[in-house]
């Protein structure tokens, strides 16, 4: 990499993990040409030396290349020192200058400081002095600091290269701090390149910007084939091949299709009993590899520790605190899960580097990476592009996902636009499941299209944590879940069609039986498992439509699932709008419709509250629907301003977008909503689940706390 490119907190901030690790196959190579893209990289100090104190800190090797042959009498010939202090005091942005400007101004400028130096400079001709190269660009010193990185043992290893920018292109060119955005050199430049390293060619022929090629038989030639053939070829090279996984049947999560038999439960906790069925599965059990960013307790995912024990190169040097307890700490050579700590950029690398496994290693590997959703695409979203570039496959868990699921921790985790940020990358599938059979179908469908049929795409799934009883798989809705809407509720509706996703569908459901207990209209409900996947499959067929004029045209799943139940549509979920308005122009009919989302900045409050200040809870969507009724002729609009009263809705609020984040502390203001009544969630002991939930009848007695503070006996 470059100097300047260090400034990146990526680029350095996990350089200490290369160190504990020991990784002697590591090395790195940086260019210190002095210079970024807009001048020096730090021209009152000096980068090399920067550089040097923190790699050796992180505990690696540094080999510095930075004086060039021609230097090495002189050095020799410096009995005092005085050389080798002058070179330590000049700054970089001196540096830079000196290769901008003349051998004259050299002269006097950096040997004119000394009288030694001076006499050292007598003996030396202007040509000698531009001939003072960088370490960078003598090829001996190149060749003998990487051989000599090649034995390190036991550590890293770094080599901080001087160079020059622009080295060589012209002297208008080479070390000014405009180098970068020269797009083209002249003629008088290309005569100085040529001159420069020696090419034979002519004014005339630099005019056709001839390429040098030596000849077949040169000693060039042959050491530029040999390094080819050497490195496996004249170009990168990458596994196409699939190498088909043996997938389950869907019926190895028959548990989770066919509910929770009354108990609630979050779709995170979910997830980790998919999790546990595919670790007990022989076919893919080994390929399985779950990664956490140092929260496997946020999750409930604990109970892996034990299980299946956290990788460490060194094992586990040392007894736990918790090594007696059912679910304590445990690091193993052997281990099967991956914890990377509080560093989601090197966890995303990690499942890079898995779901890229079926490439480069001829290994298909299944990483399942669950992680806080508002700390993914916002933090890593360039490695998420990255990702789906290198086709990658393998499963990005987004948890406690939607604007209003985590309540009480504010605007840290309300994540109401991850959906929308992950639809940006062309190869990544995205699904807001609310029920733990949707997202049972969901993951065993990406299994199957991933590792089973080899389709080069990877998931996203939105998972939350507030805990609800999940109901068993309604017949035939497989493969509505897959397309991403499907009829849950048919109610016979002809007026009302609701749609809902994620938590908010069950706000939906709420709202369906008030329109029905309360005004008398019946409405079907819809479950959209992805406003993205239905948006996509519309797009697909508007351009196979557009191309095939001839053909039968083809019909989306939104407008084939919607055409036969009339009536307005209203969808509301825990994303911003522009999420659910996707699919407005594959309606039928140029169907009546209304969007719900969560736009704007959330509050530190209860779900219920966070929910009717977003305007998608059940009674928002209760006054959406009668006031698209009343635009459409079929209720009377006092209708509309009665239940906005009998809701008890605030009409005078500002919407949400247009509210600052934070409290009115004016004396007459009211308290601001923001006590969690159950601020740890109960957790729910199953005797025949071995990943999650083992020895947690125990803990509840000890975890289970009040409002106040106080334990609970």
Known sequence: MGDGETDEPESLGAISLAGREKLDNLIWVV????????????????????????????????????????????????????????????????????EARTAEFTRKEFFGEYPELEEM??????????????????????????SEAMKTKGQPTVILVKTVKGYGLSAQTQAVNKSHQIKKLDQEALMYFRDRFDLPFTDEQLETLPFYRPEEGSAEMKYLKGRREALGGHLPNRRSGHIPLNIPELSMFDRVLKGSNGKEQSTTMVFVRLLSAMLKNKDIQD????????????????????QLGIYSAVGQKYTPEDSEALMGYKEAIDGHML??????????????????????NALPMIPMYIYYSMFGFQRVGDLAWAAGDCQAQGFLLGATAGRTTL??????????????????????????????????????????????????VYYY?????????????????????????????????????????????????KAAQILKDEFNITSNVWSVTSFNELTRDGMVCDDYNRLHPMDEERVPWVTEQLAPHEGIVVAATDYMRNYS??????????RPYTTLGTDGYGRSDTRENLRSFFNVDAAHIVVATLKRLADEGEVEMRLVKDA????????????????????????????????NPNPVPEFVAEDDDEISNEGRAEDQADATLLNNGDVKE
Not at 121 to 146: C, Q, T, W
Not at 581 to 590: F, H, K, M, S, T
Not at 652 to 658: I, L, T, V, Y
Request: include cysteine; charge should be negative; charged fraction near 25%.
């Open 31 to 98: 260019n210190c040409n002095l210079q970024r893209l807009d001048g020096p990289v730090r021209g009152n100090g000096k980068i090399i030396q920067e550089l040097e104190s923190v790699f050796r800190g992180a505990g690696w090797r540094v080999i510095k290349v930075i004086w060039g042959g021609k230097w090495d009498s002189l050095l020799a010939n410096d009995k005092t020192g005085v050389l080798k202090h002058r070179m330590e005091e000049v700054v970089d942005g001196e540096y830079q200058l000196y």
């Open 461 to 509: 799934l939105t998972l939350m944590n507030e805990n609800y009883e999940q109901p068993e798989m309604p017949e035939g809705a497989e493969e509505g879940i897959k397309r991403g809407m499907y009829l849950l509720e048919d109610n016979g509706s002809t007026q009302v069609q609701l749609l809902g996703s994620g938590v908010i569908l069950r706000e939906v459901q």
């Open 287 to 306: 390929r399985v590899v779950p990664i956490v960013p140092d929260e496997a307790r946020t999750f409930g995912l604990e109970g892996m520790f034990r």
């Open 581 to 590: 308005e996707q699919i407005r122009a594959w309606l039928p009919d140029n």
């Open 339 to 360: 914890e990377e700590g509080i560093n989601e950029a090197g966890a995303m690398s990690t499942w890079i580097a898995l779901a890229t496994s079926y490439s480069v």
């Open 121 to 146: 400079a007598d003996a030396l001709s202007d040509e000698d002095i531009s001939r003072l190269n960088r370490g960078g660009h003598d090829p001996m010193k190149v060749y003998a600091a990487f």
């Open 407 to 456: 309540n009480g921790e504010g605007l840290q985790h309300q994540d109401g636009h991850s959906q929308i940020l992950f639809n940006v990358v062309p190869n990544c599938v995205t699904y807001d499941p609310c029920f733990g059979y949707e997202l049972a179908v969901v993951m065993h469908d990406g299994l199957r299209r991933m590792y089973g049929e080899g389709e080069r």
């Open 644 to 675: 906005i009263s009998s809701l008890g809705i605030d009409v005078d609020q500002p919407p949400a977008w247009q509210q600052q984040p934070y409290y009115d502390h004016s004396p007459d203001a009211p308290a601001p909503g923001n006590v």
